[in-house]
């Protein structure tokens, strides 16, 4: 399957066969490829449907792009917590290194805040569970330097009134019982992130098999780093299930309310809402369905979601509907993905089953397969994420 354009492998050069080309996929095989010249990386990923052959039926392209640890956060999910704030630490440096290659348009961070709020009682009752349980947490940051851990700051999530959301985000509708703004959040765009780590790629000389990969072993490469999202449970056997999500894009039209200025979180009647800002309008998510292999947009999943955000931010009406779409998150039965080396097979290294997370994750996974590459010891807060969790005794 290999394809013709690809120039041959030089001599002597270490191989690196990425198996799958969406986010993860390709943000290792960029920083594999920056990380010494005697590398030869390649991408094996059938889709180069979008523009400029970014892939266009990941769950990626789908995304939100909400880098929200915090936000996210859940009482008893100590391990996903500390991954998810490891990565927002390493965002400013791995975007920093990505902006020579971000095409020309809108840039790829769109937020740089998030206000997640409840409507109603049972909803912030919950919502003040879970914010009181991140805010006793350790920074994972602060445990990898000597010293005591400390835990997360102000900066990083404090409960608000409602006149200080008010005047934070003027168009949101007065229905918040209860919120909490994290100023070290937001969210980048999902789709100018592609394409600026395709372009990144190219720039470091990394090329594409598109062929689909039937199994690891016909990969003809020293190490294999397997990135593959909902197909990983076929490839590697991992108790990896696609996990339904819908999401809306919506487009400013002439004379409609402004977006919102950050990201907005809400629990509207129990099911989880965001608003993210886009360049020209916003995106709106997302459902949560156990349906299989299932990427139809449903009736139901977009009366929802126009519900729960007209309640949130009535303004929405006079948007244009741009775009309505389906993605599956890889999601594992922990919420963890899988990271780092293979316990039975040398040459694999697992960077996937990230769920919700594809996207805030990038970074650290970066770094837990750059650190498997060299026989370094993974991020202490990716050390949870170990592939073999679920099988060793
Ligand atoms: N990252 C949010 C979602 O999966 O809906």
């Known amino acids: 399957m290999d394809d013709p354009e690809r120039p041959a492998a030089r001599s002597g050069a270490r191989r690196v066969a990425v198996v ?25 990923e059938p889709d180069d449907s979008g523009p400029d052959g970014v892939p266009a039926k990941g769950a990626a392209w789908v995304a939100g792009g909400m880098l929200a640890p915090f936000s996210e956060a859940w009482p008893g999910e100590e391990a996903v917590f500390a991954l998810g704030v490891d990565s927002l630490r390493r965002w400013p440096g791995f975007l920093a290194a990505l ?101 990144a790629c190219r720039a470091e000389g990394v090329t594409w098999v598109r062929g689909a990969v039937a199994s690891v072993d016909d990969v003809d490469a020293d190490r294999v780093v397997l990135a593959a999202g909902a197909g990983s449970a076929a490839l590697a056997g991992l108790p990896v299930r696609p996990v339904k999500g819908e999401v809306l894009r919506l487009r400013a ?61 009535p303004g929405i009406g006079e948007y244009e509907l741009a775009e309505a779409i389906a993605g599956l998150r890889p999601m594992s039965p922990d919420n963890l993905p899988f990271l780092g080396a293979d316990p039975a097979d040398p040459r694999l290294i697992h960077a996937t089953g990230h769920g919700r997370n594809g996207i805030a994750l990038t970074p650290v996974t970066v770094a837990a397969v750059l650190a498997t590459l060299q026989g370094l010891a993974v991020p202490a807060a990716a050390r949870a994420a170990a592939p073999d969790r679920f099988t060793r005794g």
């Open 253 to 313: 039209r002439p004379g409609c309310e402004d977006p919102p200025r950050g990201v907005v979180r809400a629990f509207v009647r129990g099911r989880p809402l965001y608003l993210v800002p886009r360049d020209g309008g916003l995106v709106v998510g997302a459902t949560q369905y156990e349906h299989g292999d299932d990427r139809q947009v449903t009736v139901g999943g977009v009366r929802d979601l126009l519900a729960d955000a007209e309640t949130v931010f």
């Open 20 to 44: 799958g080309g969406s986010v993860i996929g390709l943000a290792c095989a960029w920083s594999i490829a920056r990380s010494g010249p005697a590398t030869d990386v390649v991408i094996h």
């Open 99 to 199: 902006e020579p290659h971000v095409p020309p348009g809108p840039p790829v961070r769109t937020a740089s805040r998030t206000h997640m709020l409840a409507v109603d009682e049972a909803d912030a009752r919950d919502l003040d569970m879970a914010m009181e349980w991140a805010a006793r947490q350790p920074d994972p940051a602060d445990s990898a330097h000597s010293g005591p851990a400390l835990g997360i700051t102000d900066a990083d999530l404090r409960r608000v009134t409602r006149r200080e959301l008010r005047e934070a985000e003027p168009s949101l509708a007065r229905v918040a019982r209860v919120a909490y703004r994290m100023d070290s959040e937001g969210a980048v765009d999902n789709r100018v992130l592609l394409a600026a780590l395709t372009r």
